[in-house]
């Protein structure tokens, strides 16, 4: 009986415990990244600078990104990140490039590089969103990339 009471005690523990974990989007392995066959998207460190924002214990984390683009020549290239928040299903920019950046990335090879961006520590998706136009058509394409907890 001694020994049932025991392992009920532990399991309710262990299950409780569990469910009042605070989860946060952090990156375990870094670098990580997504593509397509146009885009290379990758999260990384950030690179030690002394000018640059520095992360906040508990409040956001600090990381950098680039976007590559692997596949053939487009025009107006724009990219921006987005966080999520707990209990919201609006999605929070932060930053955005709204001019076209088509003269850094339109080419194959070329990259667009964010060295610092902070990331809420207690945000669970990162997606960074790309739009472009394919030469000679008037249409925008996009392509997401959701990285997850």
């Known amino acids: 009986m001694n020994k049932l009471f025991t392992v009920l005690a532990f399991l309710c523990v262990l299950t409780i ?65 987005f966080r999520d928040a707990p209990n919201s299903k609006t999605k929070f920019a932060l930053f955005s490039e709204n001019k076209p950046t088509s003269v850094m990335i339109e080419k194959k090879g070329q990259n667009f590089n964010f060295s610092v961006f902070p990331l809420w520590v207690k945000a669970k998706e990162l997606e960074i969103v790309v739009t472009w136009k394919e030469k000679g058509i008037d249409r925008e394409l996009k392509e997401t990339f959701l990285f997850k907890q």
């Not at 670098?31 to 999260?43: E, G, N």
């Open 17 to 81: 415990g569990q469910s009042f974990q605070a989860h946060a989007l952090m990156f375990d392995h870094l670098p990580k990244s997504q593509t397509s066959k146009q885009w290379l998207v990758q999260i990384d460190k950030t690179k030690d600078d002394k000018d640059s924002v520095k992360p906040q214990k508990g409040v956001f984390d600090t990381y950098s990104f680039n976007v590559r683009n692997i596949g053939h020549n487009v025009d107006f290239v724009k990219v921006q990140a």
